[in-house]
């Protein structure tokens, strides 16, 4: 059984920062990517960032050039780091891991338990 484990977040000014980190822990054999998510209340969950094995990391548009997303891979940890924060930003953060599963023979996507961020004055 895999579990991802988050930590960080919390509220913060617009303009300020945050740092958010996920570690995954329990039976893996491959991780083929590892990325955030987020749903802000009334809204569909989105992808924000997103790190491929061996690839480069991809962004939403609205992130761009604001946060960046990192790995350990030695550890199983991905890493966002949010700066220049909006409002807009305001949402639950989830961490997802794609992990190719050697019982099933396919590739499972496994999920944080969610960490709030707010920003706001």
């Known amino acids: 059984q895999v579990q991802l484990v988050e930590s960080g977040g919390g509220r913060v000014q617009p303009g300020g920062s945050l740092g958010l980190s996920c570690a995954a822990s329990g039976v893996i054999f491959s991780i083929k990517a590892m990325g955030w998510y987020r749903q802000a209340p009334g809204k569909q969950r989105e992808l924000v960032a997103a790190?491929?094995?061996?690839?480069?990391?991809t962004y939403a548009d609205s992130v761009k050039g604001r946060f960046a997303v990192s790995r350990d891979n030695a550890e199983n940890t991905v890493y966002l780091q949010m700066n220049s924060l909006r409002p807009a930003d305001t949402a639950v953060y989830y961490c997802?891991?794609?992990?190719?599963?050697?019982?099933?023979?396919?590739?499972?996507?496994?999920w944080g338990q969610g960490t709030q961020v707010t920003v706001s004055l």
């Open positions: 997802n891991a794609n992990i190719f599963d050697t019982l099933l023979q396919r590739p499972i996507n496994y």
């Open positions: 790190f491929p094995t061996g690839g480069s990391p």
